[in-house]
């Protein structure tokens, strides 16, 4: 099955800075890559996501960029607010057939003002 | 805000007992798909359900069971309660093969 590996696990920038946070994943047949915003007693939000056939994609300022050669896929928050601070997770999919989304284990990010 | 709603938002069980947890799906999607997040982890997959038939399932026991309804809400059924079921339970709703709405979830206590 697929495995999401994700790093770092805790991430710490002055507000204004960039934020990367990247995963890898082992299952060539994952075609979708959605990334979700987790805050405190909430369930994840989806922020972004990408499809294998798109190499990059870019809302505001989040982007995320896929390498499907290197089974890389990156989020990139730039300009960060305090309100970005959050658990970041990324996930890998395999849209045929039934959706099975298999999760990153997360990155807290902390935006220091 | 998603249009997902699960109930209850808290629950306390003992060891051994059964527990239901509910999950409205938002209009329109006619897929939800129930998640385990044990404290510091990312969701695991229990299973999926769409137009009233389990379409696939993780790896999780048999004690761990569903249901979708005609309206495509669904119910989380887990029997047998140990420890390790403690955990957030979140149920998230789809068009089929699109992306996954998730709800705010149920922490579920087992003491």
């Known amino acids: 099955g697929e495995n999401v590996e994700q790093h770092p696990s805790t991430l710490s920038v002055q507000e204004g800075d960039s934020a990367v946070i990247k995963c890898t994943y082992s299952d060539s047949a994952s075609n979708y890559f959605p990334w979700y915003k987790q805050e405190l007693g909430k369930g994840p939000q989806l922020i972004i996501d990408?499809?294998?056939?798109?190499g990059e994609k870019k809302d505001q300022r989040i982007a995320v960029t896929l390498n499907k050669t290197a089974k890389h896929f990156s989020l990139h928050i730039t300009e960060t607010q305090p309100e970005d601070s959050a658990v970041y997770f990324c996930?890998?999919?395999?849209?045929?057939?039934?959706?099975?989304?298999?999760f990153g284990i997360g990155t807290k990010l902390q935006v220091i003002p | 805000e998603t249009g997902v709603t699960q109930s209850p938002t808290h629950l306390i069980k003992t060891r051994g007992q059964q527990v239901t947890l509910r999950c409205s799906s938002q209009s329109g999607h006619n897929t939800v798909s129930w998640y385990q997040q044990a404290l510091g982890q990312g969701p695991q997959f229990i299973f999926q359900?769409?137009?009233?038939?389990?379409?696939g399932r993780g790896n999780f026991p048999p004690r761990f069971s569903g249901l979708q309804f005609p309206n495509y809400s669904s119910e989380l059924n887990v029997n047998a309660l140990e420890l390790d079921d403690s955990a957030l339970y979140l149920c998230a709703s789809s068009d089929i093969g699109n992306e996954q709405f998730f709800g705010p979830g149920t922490r579920l206590t087992v003491l």
């Open positions: 359900y769409y137009r009233e038939e389990e379409n």
């Open positions: 990408i499809r294998s056939n798109v």
């Open positions: 996930a890998g999919a395999n849209s045929g057939g039934y959706q099975k989304v298999t």
